[in-house]
């Protein structure tokens, strides 16, 4: 087939690389060659990032910053220490450009529906995370604000992860190490009040700020980002909801996705019913949230979806070195419970 993939972050670059090798593909990617931003704390599970990249003969320990023990979270004012299970930062940004190395890659291309020639190509991959450039605009969008700085520290202010959500559990501030003296540091809340907490930090803990990336991330379930096609265009990854609501995550759910996209390549219906098997957790997980964002969670709503709660413990519980950390059901009733 030719095909066509617009956005080459985790998932397109992933897809460019893997359906390179039995189809003609080219990718389009809207920022520039030297100016190419791979966006997110670059935080992962080291377990099934190896299982994903090995798949296709990259060793992913060649990227990888830093090994975690324990994240800081803190509840109240209070550290507790929450084992890591492979939790991992690593280079997005080398990996992601490596992925599309001597491929039919154009950057710097920016695409509008209105002028791409969708009729030259059998598929094009809709990879633009929030923009959802070629399919329909989503009416369930829940958009939560966030800002991050890459920062180098003379000496830094946490050894490990540190994470410590807002009393809202509308978001939370996050410090993830990276190589040497530099860390990712930033925060996400649903009420933009982020700042605050990224700025007390910062004149606390000084640092010199390398870069700052400030886009927002949608928390909206896969259930809710349909229709997934559109034509001869089908989305993956966060284009199509792929980011887990309770933490935020995308790196991982965005690789699965596209890898269900490549074993599907010719049945896109097929791919459309897995892709919603695969994520239908994440209904639940995006009830809850979006309850207590919008200051609806009380006894009442909680006692109700239990059930939801549950499962979304449950599937955190049964697969701890796929998120890569230690999950225990009263750090989770803490951070819902807060104002309860």
Not at 31 to 60: H, L
Not at 95 to 111: M, Q, S, W
Not at 202 to 222: D, E, F, T, V
Request: glycine share 8%; net charge neutral; proline share 4%.
């Amino acid at each position: 087939m030719k095909i066509a993939i617009i956005g080459l972050g985790v998932a397109g670059s992933y897809l460019l690389h893997t359906l390179s090798k039995e189809h003609e593909v080219q990718g389009f990617e809207m920022q520039k060659a030297g100016e190419f931003n791979a966006v997110c704390a670059w935080g992962a599970a080291k377990s099934e990032m190896e299982r994903i990249f090995a798949r296709i003969n990259i060793d992913f320990n060649d990227y990888v910053f830093f090994n975690g023990s324990n994240i800081n979270l803190e509840l109240k004012g209070k550290i507790r220490k929450v084992g890591c299970k492979g939790l991992v930062t690593y280079d997005k940004h080398q990996l992601e450009l490596d992925l599309t190395k001597g491929l039919n890659a154009k950057y710097g291309e920016r695409i509008t529906p209105n002028t791409f020639p969708l009729d030259e190509y059998d598929l094009v991959i809709d990879a633009t995370s929030l923009q959802r450039v070629m399919l329909p605009k989503i009416t369930d969008q829940l958009l939560v604000p966030c800002v991050e700085y890459m920062i180098e520290y003379e000496k830094l202010p946490y050894d490990d992860f540190y994470v410590k959500p807002f009393s809202t559990a509308s978001g939370y501030f996050w410090y993830f190490p990276l190589m040497k003296n530099t860390a990712y540091v930033g925060a996400g809340d649903y009420y933009r009040k982020h700042m605050e907490e990224l700025d007390n930090f910062n004149k606390k803990h000084g640092g010199r700020i390398i870069k700052k990336i400030g886009r927002p991330i949608r928390l909206s379930a896969p259930e809710v980002c349909q229709p997934f096609t559109q034509g001869n265009v089908v989305g993956v990854g966060e284009a199509i909801g792929t980011v887990f609501p309770l933490i935020g995550e995308g790196i991982i759910p965005s690789l699965q996705c596209a890898e269900i996209l490549h074993r599907n390549i010719n049945d896109i219906p097929g791919y459309v019913e897995e892709v919603k098997e695969h994520f239908k957790v994440y209904s639940d997980v995006y009830k809850v949230i979006k309850l207590k964002m919008n200051n609806k969670l009380n006894l009442y709503t909680f006692i109700l979806n239990f059930g939801a709660i549950w499962t979304t413990y449950r599937t955190m519980k049964k697969q701890e070195e796929r998120f890569g950390l230690e999950v225990r059901i009263r750090d989770m009733a803490e951070i819902l419970l807060t104002q309860l």
